[in-house]
């Protein structure tokens, strides 16, 4: 049983940053991804990084979001900047089955609770 909290989210203006936190029971060595689900739409991919660093971003966050880990503290990370109306979503994040990177919702198979992030004009 894997248990993964998430944290950070909140209300702010288009164009603040916020900072996620997602942390785990213990120890991971697989991909780490994030996804974001807004209402009435469908879960997305944002954004995967791998035990060593590798990461990827989804097209619509690319140069605005940043992802990293931090292995002694079991914390995955979400750094968005340059927020937009459009960001607004409850945010996830997930462990991987494997330590490939991944966009694909069917490679993770442990969820967060999600954290909502909701960004105003």
């Known amino acids: 049983q894997v248990q993964l909290v998430e944290s950070g989210g909140g209300l702010v203006q288009a164009g603040g940053s916020l900072r996620l936190s997602c942390v785990a029971s213990?120890?991971?060595?697989?991909?780490m991804g994030w996804f974001r689900q807004a209402p009435g739409k469908e879960r997305e991919f944002v954004a995967c990084?791998?035990?060593?660093?590798?990461?990827t971003y989804a097209e619509a966050v690319k140069g605005r979001f940043t992802v990293s880990r931090d292995s002694a503290k079991n914390t995955v990370y979400l750094q968005m900047n340059s927020l937009k109306s459009e960001d607004t979503a409850i945010y996830y994040c997930?462990?991987?089955?494997?330590?490939?990177?991944?966009?694909?919702?069917?490679?993770?198979?442990?969820w967060g609770q999600g954290t909502q992030v909701t960004v105003s004009s």
């Open positions: 997930a462990r991987g089955k494997s330590g490939d990177l991944s966009s694909e919702l069917l490679q993770y198979v442990y």
């Open positions: 213990g120890r991971i060595f697989h991909a």
């Open positions: 990084i791998t035990w060593t660093g590798r990461n």
